[in-house]
């Protein structure tokens, strides 16, 4: 799987292991996804490798990826979502790697489930979720069922006769669209997605969730039962619960795209493409770093232990509450003024 081909990236998706230690997966510049299958997965831990960033591929487009944090640091394994709906489980020793698949998913080999976009441990277990409001749970090793009835919307080109794809066409775009899933157990669970969509997984059903937005959705973290912040298009940024309701929290002049969130000693940390951005409680400002130049994009945010990430489209930052530190990636050009 070691690779020693050498091309600028860009990040897809990336998860903290620990405070020093990222597991990342990127995009290489010279490739386009809509040909070729590929991802180069990264490992930033200059503590435990011979060098800062340790490399190797998968024949896949990877959309989302986990990593399982309390296992032995020789034991490491991440999880990484492919579009398609393979679940690739990597042995981070070793970068073993053993497959597997979400039945129905994607657009291949006769399904038509439609693409996945996220994956997400609750409460020890893997979820993932997609298009046409595809979820799925992992019961055990390859053993991934559907948990989506009631929110997916089937399509089945079979039943649609060529005079009627227009029609067929119409069904997909109404159906849920999902960006992201997260939850504090497998009876208290959020999906988010397209033009304001929200729902809730009471472990018995799900439930259409009422926002006072219709904007498109990209973020959902929850810190509890009653505490579940959720971001997106046009400055949105909502938080409350399934219970008690949601409410927004944004002014009038936020008019950014946050695609991610991340809470941080008790201030809520926002990624845009202009930037890393903060909500104090009161007001939603710009994160001052005090980098040169300053944050440049920001797309993912995870944090642990005291120590957060922002993984941008290209900048890598580290923040440990106190002091923001930049991480070149060694086949991407310094990001210097």
């Not at 831990?45 to 990877?62: H, K, M, T, V, W």
């Not at 941080?264 to 926002?270: D, E, G, Q, S």
């Not at 994160?287 to 941008?312: N, T």
Request: glycine share 10%; with cysteine.
């Amino acid at each position: 799987m070691a690779s020693s081909d050498v091309s600028s990236v860009y990040y897809l998706d990336g998860v903290v292991v620990a405070p020093d230690f990222v597991f990342l997966a990127t995009q290489l510049d010279s490739l386009d996804p809509r040909e070729t299958a590929h991802t180069r997965c990264s490992t930033y831990n200059p503590a435990e490798q011979e060098l800062p960033f340790g490399y190797f591929d998968l024949d896949d487009n990877i959309v989302s990826v986990h990593a399982y944090r309390t296992l032995p640091e020789d034991k490491k394994r991440f999880a990484c979502l492919g579009s398609q709906g393979a679940v690739h489980f990597v042995r981070g020793s070793t970068k073993e790697v053993r497959t597997e698949r979400l039945p129905g998913a994607g657009m291949q080999d006769g399904n038509f489930g439609g693409l996945m976009s996220h994956l997400r441990e609750i409460d020890g277990q893997l979820w993932a979720c997609g298009q046409h409001g595809q979820v799925y749970r992992r019961h055990g090793v390859d053993n991934w069922r559907r948990n989506d009835r009631g929110i997916r919307v089937e399509v089945n080109p079979s039943e649609y006769g060529g005079d009627r794809v227009g029609e067929m066409l119409e069904v997909m775009s109404a159906a849920p669209m999902l960006s992201c899933i997260d939850g504090t157990s497998g009876a208290d669970v959020y999906v988010v997605g397209l033009l304001g969509y929200m729902a809730h997984f009471d472990g018995d059903r799900w439930t259409k969730i009422a926002l006072p937005v219709d904007e498109h959705l990209e973020w959902v973290r929850c810190y509890g039962p009653d505490e579940v912040w959720v971001c997106g298009h046009n400055g949105t940024l909502l938080t409350g619960s399934a219970m008690k309701g949601f409410k927004s929290v944004s002014g009038l002049d936020d008019h950014q795209t946050f695609v991610c969130l991340s809470k941080f000693k008790n201030a809520v940390y926002l990624s845009a493409e202009e930037g890393l951005f903060v909500f104090d409680g009161k007001t939603i400002s710009p994160v001052k770093s005090r980098l040169k130049p300053e944050i440049q994009d920001a797309w993912r945010l995870d944090q642990v232990d005291g120590v957060m990430w922002s993984i941008g489209v290209t900048d890598l930052v580290r923040f440990d509450g106190k002091k923001w530190q930049r991480v070149d990636h060694p086949d991407n050009e310094p990001i210097r003024e």
